[in-house]
């Protein structure tokens, strides 16, 4: 594949802004009173993501890969994760804050109470995607020996014949149409 002059272009000028934010995080760095207290910091997150969060995510990945519903459990995990990720902050920031109204709720519990709800609200959704799908898969049955209601409306609309069927093709009630004399559909 071959690049365009435009590409190049755009290109250069994301690689040298890259470099250039590169550039000021470090001078930013270097301009702080500790910086090895955020040099640590910074490994530290890089650490925890790397070696924590990632493998931790692909896990998970793998194990709902191969459930039936698994966008609604991957949408569950998603809001689960985000609603954890703005309020851990909250939960572990030591000692008392420097303004007594700026957590003046539990957000232990109401941590809790959110997961449980993003949960059971899962939970519900699931229930009903397979009483809908035992539903269908029901009334698949009782029509027509697996062929579905909407093939067989296709099917009388294009006036084809009938899929054949365990008994060499033949389905209830054909045969006794116009060639035994009858009147037919």
């Known amino acids: 594949m071959r690049n365009t002059d435009a590409q190049l272009v755009l290109r250069y000028a994301l690689g040298g802004l890259g470099l250039g ?8 760095v270097a301009a702080e009173p ?13 650490v925890l993501h790397d070696g924590v969060l990632a493998p931790l995510v692909l896990a998970v990945g793998l194990l709902i890969a191969a459930r039936p519903a698994r966008g609604l459990w991957r949408g569950a995990l998603i809001v689960a994760g985000s609603v954890t990720l703005v309020t851990l902050p909250l939960l572990v920031r030591p000692g008392e804050p420097p303004n007594p109204s700026a957590l003046p709720l539990p957000y232990g519990r109401n941590l809790a109470i959110v997961l449980g709800a993003v ?6 959704l699931y229930l009903v995607r397979r009483w809908a799908e035992s539903v269908r898969s029901r009334g698949d049955s009782v029509q027509g ?9 296709e099917r009388r609309e294009r006036r084809e014949p009938p899929a054949p069927g365990p008994e060499g093709g033949r ?15």
């Not at 949960?119 to 519900?124: A, K």
């Open 145 to 153: 020996r697996g062929e579905s209601v909407r093939r067989r409306r």
């Open 171 to 185: 389905d209830r009630g054909q045969g006794r149409g116009r060639e035994r004399g009858g009147t037919g559909d």
């Open 21 to 28: 934010l590169i550039g000021l995080g470090a001078w930013l």
């Open 119 to 124: 949960g059971v609200v899962t939970g519900v």
């Open 34 to 46: 500790d910086p090895a207290g955020v040099l640590l910091w910074l490994t530290g997150a890089v």
